[in-house]
């Protein structure tokens, strides 16, 4: 089986890794002992392409997402292995080697790599206008003074598809349907033009109809600012709209990985083949 290393060197020609996850192992202690969320896990994220990390709830897929930015918070904590960015920006990051005060840290988090969250009542601040919740960002990343920043944030919120985003720039998140929210969490995480974006189930939470349009908004603005993107999602079907190469975890394991095209093909373990049953498209196919 060809790894994720080998296949983005056959496609770039050279080792264009941005993201290298090397045995992380991810453990949290409960009452019972010791659970491993991540029990040594490696993968790779070539630049500028889509990794899919797929597999059924409770897999550790979210935690490994945690795990790359060090938002694992107690009782859990990264127990083994190593994280790497190669950042184009900022040179080679040992993620796992930085200690908790590190300013490194700060210019990960939401700078050169930005999460979108699973849930989507965390992702933003009721409290806060959306418009100020973007301009948080971009002060915290960029220099830049509060008009300018303003400007930049309406500017983006017309990019992620806001009608009348000058308007809206005051509007609570409350204010907005489900999908207009997510558009506001993806023009906070890309409005600093990061080098990789989490996607946690980014579209899970939303109707059917707007998923698929915000799956095709992340894949333009990824190639506009030309970042990689970590796929987090439990759903084949968004792992063939989206990915270039597949991760399939279960119980904190890799399964199988590889590109999608070779995996949809010719799926080698049988819990691919029980999520790849799942897809509406499949069931029909079979009956
Ligand atoms: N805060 C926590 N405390 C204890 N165990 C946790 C915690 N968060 C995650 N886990 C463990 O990690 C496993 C994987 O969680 P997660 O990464 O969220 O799964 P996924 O995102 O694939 O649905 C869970 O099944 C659970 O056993
Ligand atoms: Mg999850």
């Known amino acids: 089986m060809a790894t994720l290393q080998n296949t983005a060197a056959q496609n770039a020609g050279t080792s264009e890794i941005l993201l290298e996850v090397d045995s992380l192992r991810t453990e949290f202690a409960t009452d019972d ?22 597999g059924e709830s409770g897999s550790g897929k979210s935690v490994t997402g945690y795990s790359i930015l060090r938002l694992v918070q107690p009782p859990g904590r990264i127990a083994g292995g190593r994280i790497r ?50 301009c948080e960002s971009i002060l915290l990343h960029q220099e830049r003074d509060k008009s300018a920043a303003r400007a930049q944030a309406v500017a983006m919120m017309e990019k992620v598809g806001i009608p009348e985003a000058a308007r809206r720039f005051d509007h609570y998140p409350h204010e907005l349907s489900g999908g207009m929210r997510q558009r506001i969490v993806i023009a906070m995480a890309l409005v600093c033009r990061p080098e990789l974006l989490i996607a946690d189930e980014p579209t899970t939470a939303l109707d059917v109809t707007i998923q698929a349009q915000v799956l095709g908004l992340i894949r333009a ?17 968004v792992v063939a ?45 079979a009956t």
């Open 241 to 285: 709209q989206m990915a270039d190469d597949v991760v399939v975890m279960k119980h904190g394991r890799i399964v199988e990985q590889g590109p999608v095209r070779t995996v949809l093909k010719n799926p080698q373990h049988a819990y691919t083949r029980a999520l790849l049953d799942a897809l509406p498209s499949r069931r029909h196919h």
């Open 221 to 237: 603005l990824q190639r506009e600012i030309g970042c990689s993107v970590l796929m987090v999602t439990h759903d084949f079907g």
């Open 85 to 134: 960015l190669h950042s184009a920006r900022l040179g080679e990051i040992d993620i796992t080697a930085l200690r908790e005060n590190d300013p490194l840290l700060y210019k990960l988090r939401g700078g050169l790599v930005s999460m979108i969250f699973q849930e989507p009542m965390t992702a933003l601040s009721p409290v806060h206008s959306v418009g100020a919740q973007i």
């Open 33 to 54: 002992g010791v659970v491993a969320a991540v029990a040594g896990v490696s993968f790779g994220v070539p630049r500028g392409r889509t990794v899919a990390l797929v």
